[in-house]
């Protein structure tokens, strides 16, 4: 992947537009567009600045690593995963509504206070189960344990 597929994969993770990164980083969003298709060049202190704002390495911008997050632990959450538990956990709530979601219920419906606490543990669950996934599934090409 060349620098400026990298500048948009990261730019897109931290879902910001090409006006708002150039805004951030002081540019045109022309020249911001410039870069991502590789028609300008970026200075080193450009580099910087867009590592800075996209909270990635510049040697990730630099294809010197896979691994873009400053964040040393690669199973940790990053937006996708976190758009992909909002969804599942919004799924979740919505059958909680229902008198079959819940066997252990001899009641019609649960309290609010059952239904949070319902809530927040599928949630951790949630994080928990993505987490381990990352960790178990992840190859060790992109792990960056010493």
Do not use: C
């Not at 010197?64 to 992909?84: G, Q, R, S, V």
């Amino acid at each position: 992947m060349e620098i400026g597929e990298r500048i948009k994969h990261a730019r897109k993770n931290k879902n910001l537009t090409q006006k708002q990164l150039a805004q951030k980083i002081h540019v045109s969003s022309q020249v911001m567009s410039n870069f991502e298709r590789g028609y300008t060049e970026i200075s080193a202190e450009q580099i910087k600045n867009i590592a800075e704002v996209l909270d990635v390495t510049a040697d990730y911008l630099l294809g010197k690593t896979n691994i873009p997050d400053k964040n040393p632990n690669y199973w940790e959450l990053n937006n996708k995963d976190e758009k992909f538990i909002e969804a599942r956990l919004e799924e979740l709530i919505n059958d909680l509504g229902s008198n079959e979601a819940i066997a252990f219920s001899k009641d019609d419906e649960i309290d609010e206070e059952t239904k949070q606490l319902l809530v927040q543990s599928l949630e951790n669950s949630l994080r928990l189960g993505k987490m381990m996934a990352k960790k178990k599934y992840t190859p060790k090409k992109y792990r960056n344990e010493d």
